[in-house]
């Protein structure tokens, strides 16, 4: 280990191996001696996987891996909740004094704090999937093993849904023409709403009244950003009713830039003004997946078949549809009763 002093400054200069490979390396910028030595050791611990290297040095190098395999705001979330529950607590720490104990006050930390008992358990397999990364990848194999959730989940929470009586109350009640058409195509079409701020006219055939999904809009850094959509079976062709191609081309009658998107507005901004309009409308918890859970319920309630919801909505598999909707099918067990006494 090396330190030289660079004018006002000071830099380290050393060697190291990687994948076989002796490479150079050469950081400059450090205040003290001090400081160039311990970034020096610290870069070497990390290099190799050294049970002696930071916390911090272990996201880091997790971070940088997933860049890879995340996609932007699935990244961006995820560092967004370790940079803010996790790293203050541990990034100064050794990975070998990182134990069971220290990660159990950890816990108790986090369960007094005020978040739902899902986040909190999302906070805590955020740190799990991390130690997890170290053991598999780095063969950091004395780590703790994590239980995935910390928090008990007494209820499951209930979605919020309106009905079509009460999505004319809301659309009766709204000034705003365009939030009018995104109440109307969301609850007649179950879509996302970052799938539907991503349409164009040209995703949508009116003659053959289809729509199709292929992309998704994220909010990041205050700007909307387009990538795919939130999983492989999310790319689909829906159908769509006289309601929906008929709010569709009022918005196409009244569009000068056909190139665009169809709905370009900030989720955010949509989610505030709908929470303000059902509170008018005496209608309570409306959120942003109100009208998707309401299009599932709808549907549901027209005898539809499950597979052809679960298909419609995106859903990865079956199971997510039934695990999702699970207290509708328990309010229609009337229909099995009735199949089964039919003569």
């Not at 929470?157 to 009766?172: A, F, H, P, R």
Request: hydrophobic content about 35%.
């Amino acid at each position: 280990m090396a330190a030289y002093k660079d004018g006002k400054k000071w830099r380290c200069t050393f060697y190291y191996t990687i994948n076989g490979e002796k490479k150079k390396k050469n950081k400059r910028g450090f205040s003290t001696k001090k400081e160039a030595l311990e970034w020096e050791r610290e870069f070497l611990l990390k290099s190799t996987g050294d049970e002696e290297m930071l916390f911090s040095s272990l996201v880091e190098v997790y971070f940088e891996d997933m860049k890879l395999r995340y996609k932007l705001n699935t990244l961006l979330q995820r560092e967004a909740t370790i940079n803010k529950w996790i790293l203050p607590f541990f990034k100064d720490m050794k990975l070998s004094e990182i134990t069971l104990p220290v990660i159990r006050k950890w816990q108790s930390f986090m369960l007094k704090q005020d978040l739902k008992p899902t986040s909190k358990n999302t906070v805590n397999l955020h740190f799990k999937v991390v130690l997890d990364y170290g053991k598999k990848y780095l063969n950091l194999l004395n780590l703790p093993v994590l239980d995935s959730s910390i928090a008990k989940i007494t209820e499951k929470t209930e979605k919020s849904i309106i009905t079509e009586e009460q999505l004319k109350i809301l659309l009766e009640a709204e000034t705003n023409v365009l939030y009018k058409h995104i109440m109307i195509t969301l609850f007649w079409t179950g879509l996302r709403i970052g799938e539907l701020i991503s349409l164009k006219f040209d995703d949508i055939d009116f003659d053959k009244r289809k729509l199709r999904v292929n992309k998704s809009t994220s909010r990041l850094k205050g700007k909307n950003v387009i990538g795919t959509t939130k999983t492989l079976t999310s790319n689909r062709i829906i159908d769509i009713n006289d309601i929906v191609v008929e709010s569709l081309l009022d918005i196409k009658d009244k569009t000068y830039d056909l190139t665009g998107n169809i709905f370009p507005v900030n989720p955010r901004s949509f989610f505030y003004h709908i929470k303000k309009l059902g509170k008018r409308c005496g209608i309570e918890n409306i959120g942003l997946h109100t009208f998707r859970h309401s299009h599932a319920t709808y549907l549901f309630a027209k005898g539809v078949n499950i597979l052809l919801i679960s298909k419609r909505l995106g859903h990865t598999n079956i199971s997510t549809t039934l695990n999702s909707y699970t207290h509708i099918m328990q309010e229609m067990e009337w229909q099995l009763l009735e199949a089964l006494n039919k003569k």
